[in-house]
């Protein structure tokens, strides 16, 4: 009997050892988790970058005239109108695809100080007055 006293005790030694190595574990479990919160961007990082909205019609930009500081600049463009159409911006070398009605399309810009015309590249549609112009501060 005093044999497997022993053995128990033993026993009981073994599972109060990983008992304490589990809890340390998830100490350092939670520790390594503050860790990595305490290293998200700060809010101001994202806020920096603006963004801009600019409606296609038949045969419009609204509005025609975009104004925005320089820096970066998520522009957001949406076809309200019946048939696809863009929005190029020669001056800067972007242009997003055809925009199909009730769809949108974005562009990231990284804009200097400066006037850049923009337009509908589709047959026909600048003429009818698709274009506008950027003017960045
Ligand atoms: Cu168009």
């Not at 603006?50 to 522009?75: D, H, N, S, Y």
């Not at 190029?88 to 990231?108: M, R, V």
Request: hydrophobic residues 45%; neutral net charge.
């Amino acid at each position: 009997m005093e044999a497997l006293d022993r053995v128990l005790v033993r026993y009981t030694w073994f599972v109060a050892l990983l008992t304490l190595v589990g809890v340390a574990a998830v100490v350092v479990q939670l520790g390594a988790q503050r860790a990595q919160v305490g290293t998200l961007p700060a809010p101001e990082a994202t806020s920096a970058i603006q963004r801009m909205e600019v409606t296609l019609r038949e045969f419009k930009f609204e509005p025609a005239r975009l104004e925005v500081p320089a820096g970066r600049v998520v522009l957001v463009v949406r076809n309200e109108g019946l048939i696809p159409h863009d929005l190029s911006i020669p001056g800067l070398g972007k242009k997003t695809d055809y925009i199909a009605p009730k769809k949108e399309a974005t562009l990231e810009l990284e804009l200097r100080p400066g006037t850049y015309p923009f337009e509908c590249t589709v047959s026909g549609h600048k003429e009818a007055g698709m274009h506008g112009t950027l003017v960045v501060r």
